[in-house]
T-cell receptor
Framework: GNSVTQMEGPVTLSEEAFLTINCTYT??????LFWYVQYPGEGLQLLLK?????DKGSNKGFEATYRKETTSFHLEKGSVQVSDSAVYFC???????????FGQGTRLTINP | DTAVSQTPKYLVTQMGNDKSIKCEQN?????MYWYKQDSKKFLKIMFSYNNKELIINETVPNRFSPKSPDKAHLNLHINSLELGDSAVYFC???????????FGPGTRLTVL
């Protein structure tokens, strides 16, 4: 079945550091890929998405590129802020499927 | 304006009790979902309804029964609560099943 594996956290960085959170997936065909963010005490919010190979999703300075050859969708940001502290979830939706399959989440803490 | 709302936000109850969590969305979406997030932040779908009809029913104990009185509401009733039911439950909605899902703020259920 479909699955998503994220880099284990927690991840702690200093403000303005470069961020990478790794995400790899297993799926048949061409799934849609997503990054969701969960700020403390809140529900999940869609951060960015990509629906086909080589697509790049971007939002709020975050980027992720759909790499079919490596089955990856790594999240990157060039300069993180304290306000980026949250839990980040990578997810996929299989072709024609109706449910999201989530990775285990990565807790990110940014120190000033 | 609240898009997807859940009540209550916190629910503390004794083992063996029956409880309900309510979800409402004012986005005009036709598909709604329930997810369970365990203590390790792992997020997994439980149910999905499209136009009041059940379309996803994962392997969930039959003590859990979703009810959709109309397209804007999807309630979750849990009978004979067990310690392992303690988790955060998220409601979500989307326009049709293949589009972006919007999440509610979550209901933290604690079973003592």
């Amino acid at each position: 079945g479909n699955s998503v594996t994220q880099m284990e956290g927690p991840v702690t960085l200093s403000e303005e550091a470069f961020l990478t959170i790794n995400c790899t997936y297993t799926a048949t065909g061409y799934p849609s890929l997503f990054w969701y963010v969960q700020y403390p005490g809140e529900g999940l919010q869609l951060l960015l998405k990509a629906t086909k190979a080589d697509d790049k999703g971007s939002n709020k300075g975050f980027e992720a590129t759909y790499r079919k050859e490596t089955t990856s969708f790594h999240l990157e940001k060039g300069s993180v802020q304290v306000s980026d502290s949250a839990v980040y979830f990578c997810a996929l939706r299989g072709l024609g499927a109706q449910k999201l399959v989530f990775g285990q989440g990565t807790r990110l803490t940014i120190n000033p | 304006d609240t898009a997807v709302s859940q009540t209550p936000k916190y629910l503390v109850t004794q083992m063996g009790n029956d409880k309900s969590i309510k979800c409402e969305q004012n986005l005009g979406h036709d598909t709604m979902y329930w997810y369970k997030q365990d203590s390790k932040k792992f997020l997994k779908i439980m149910f999905s309804y499209n136009n009041k009809e059940l379309i996803i029913n994962e392997t969930v104990p039959n003590r859990f029964s979703p009810k959709s009185p109309d397209k804007a509401h999807l309630n979750l009733h849990i009978n004979s609560l067990e310690l392992g039911d303690s988790a955060v439950y998220f409601c979500a909605s989307s326009i049709e099943a293949l589009n972006e899902q919007f999440f509610g703020p979550g209901t933290r259920l604690t079973v003592l």
